[in-house]
């Protein structure tokens, strides 16, 4: 069980000379299994809701919880995909997909079992040795996807991951997430700059205000995730809904918003 | 094995280089301080195995314990004072107050507190070693980039594996390419201690033929030192081969 419960939370940054509060008071309940998009102007703090819920950093007032218990720390069955994969150079494909279950420390053979079958599921399998520079950039996210599969997360959090993907590669990757979230219906939570991929894959889509964030606006998506999706009005009027927000949020004053595809 | 031909080729075309530029030089400025490569190569075959193999084997071994000492302490030290912002606090004025400071100096202090033996040429290398190194892994450390130690830490990595998977990787490559520039400044300093004083080590070798102005045997010594340069720089080379394999792919 993995659904997410975040009362309250403010979250404050020591700057130079004064301290920044990124969040304030923000609210925002995600069930077991859902996938959520969370979309707002640049600099909101959507990037440091997502470190919280990973336990990265600590709340300054509030509370965030995962699966009923507090955050305290890093939590076993979390994964977090960031903007720039989180790869490490020095280690293979196949090590950065399994360091997550070397560092909690899980025996070599199962090691090797969980991620073969992550690799392979990904269509990695034969770049097993291969370093992340011998990889395109859809490859390398790949397999950061690959390593939250390999340890069976069952909340993925994921900052802008496929941002600094060209279009096509884009779509193919956001089909991919959702044929995993299909098979495996972990909790998801994406932040994302564009308005189409968090229509794509948020089931409801999350509206921050500019910092500190608080939740701005929730649109229920209720037909995410159906066959063609992506080609029906439907997908079109939610996206032009979700645009609306925005421009009302101050997302477009300074072009702080790509308009992906 | 491409790669190691065209590696072999390189040096022995750019040894003929400096051959020809050698007995150049030597026929202009035709002076017996400077003989020849032909002279000075036949002295170095006549006298390698007897004189000079020896000397070489004690200078050799004074600069690979210094460098492996002043490495082995440097790099932790360095690594942990760029990753702890309050202890760099403490140790960043210190290194930047003492690190301009040319160790080179105490030698004479050394010498009378620890003799004119292999402990005080040892120590001083070490010394300087030691700096060089300090100050790259702590730049190192300092460099990289959050995002690789926030993914690891969302792993659940404790402060020991963020230095097993990440901090101790990512400096790898600055560390190697400091030990080389240091080999250069090494093999230098070594120079100086052992013909400063000491009866032994190539240093003395040179200095001694020097004074007997046996010069074709001087240069041989010089040759022997280059060469002892040259061993060390390459294990170098390989060492990093091997285990930043990561840092040469995509390039």
């Known amino acids: ?261 | 094995m491409g790669g190691l031909t065209r590696r072999v080729l390189g040096y022995a075309s750019a040894s003929l280089l400096l051959l020809v530029g050698w007995h150049l030089v030597a026929v202009l400025i035709d002076s017996p301080a400077l003989p020849g490569p032909v002279p000075a190569l036949a002295a170095f075959g006549r006298l390698f195995a007897a004189t000079l193999l020896p000397e070489v084997l004690v200078s050799g071994w004074r600069v690979a314990i210094s460098m492996a000492i002043g490495t082995a302490l440097a790099v932790p030290l360095g690594l942990v004072i760029g990753r702890s912002p309050r202890l760099d606090a403490v140790c960043g004025p210190l290194i930047f107050l003492t690190y301009p400071v040319p160790k080179i100096v105490f030698l004479p202090v050394l010498l009378v507190l620890l003799g004119i033996g292999s402990l005080s040429k040892i120590t001083l290398i070490t010394l300087i070693v030691f700096f060089q190194i300090l100050v790259t892994a702590r730049d190192a450390a300092r460099g990289i980039p959050a995002a690789s130690v926030l993914s690891v830490r969302s792993l659940g990595a404790d402060r020991w594996q963020v230095f097993r998977h990440v901090v101790v990787p990512a400096a790898l490559p600055d560390v190697f390419t400091a030990l080389r520039i240091s080999t250069g400044t090494a093999i230098a300093v070594l120079f100086f201690t052992e013909s400063i004083a000491g009866t032994d080590g190539i240093g003395y070798y040179i200095i001694d033929a020097w004074s007997r102005l046996a010069y074709t045997d001087m240069f041989a010594g010089i040759v022997a030192m280059a060469l002892l340069g040259v061993v060390l720089y390459e294990a170098l080379e390989v060492a990093e081969a091997r285990i930043c394999r990561w840092a040469r792919v995509g390039r």
């Open chain 1, 1 to 261: 069980m993995a659904g997410v419960a975040i009362e309250g939370l403010s979250v404050t940054y020591d700057g130079v000379d004064r301290s920044v509060d990124a969040l304030t008071s923000l609210d925002l309940t995600i069930a077991d299994g859902e996938p959520v998009a969370i979309i707002g102007p640049s600099g909101c703090g959507k990037s440091t809701l997502l470190l919280a819920i990973a336990g990265l950093v600590a709340p300054a007032a509030g509370r965030v919880s995962v699966g009923g218990r507090s955050v305290e720390g890093p939590r076993l069955h979390t994964a977090l995909i960031l903007q720039d994969f989180g790869l490490l150079p020095w280690k293979t494909v196949a090590h950065n997909a399994a360091l997550g279950l070397e560092i909690r420390r899980v025996p070599a053979p199962e090691r090797e079992r969980r991620v073969a079958e992550a690799l392979e599921r990904v269509g990695l399998a034969e770049f097993a040795h291969a370093y992340p520079a011998e990889l395109s950039g859809g490859m390398r996210q790949r397999l950061a996807l690959a390593r939250a599969l390999a340890l069976e997360a069952d909340l993925l959090l994921m900052d802008e991951p496929l941002s600094a993907l060209d279009a096509l590669t884009r779509e193919d990757l956001q089909g991919l997430l959702l044929s995993v979230w299909r098979q495996r219906a972990h909790t998801s939570l994406l932040v994302t700059h564009s308005i189409e991929e968090a229509v794509f894959l948020g089931r409801r889509v999350v509206v921050l205000t500019p910092r500190p964030g608080r939740v701005a606006a929730v649109v229920e998506n209720p037909r995410q995730g159906d066959e063609g999706f992506r080609d029906t009005p439907a997908f079109y009027e939610r996206c032009a809904e979700l645009r609306a927000l925005l421009a009302a949020e101050g997302a477009f004053d300074d072009r702080a918003l790509t308009e992906a595809e």
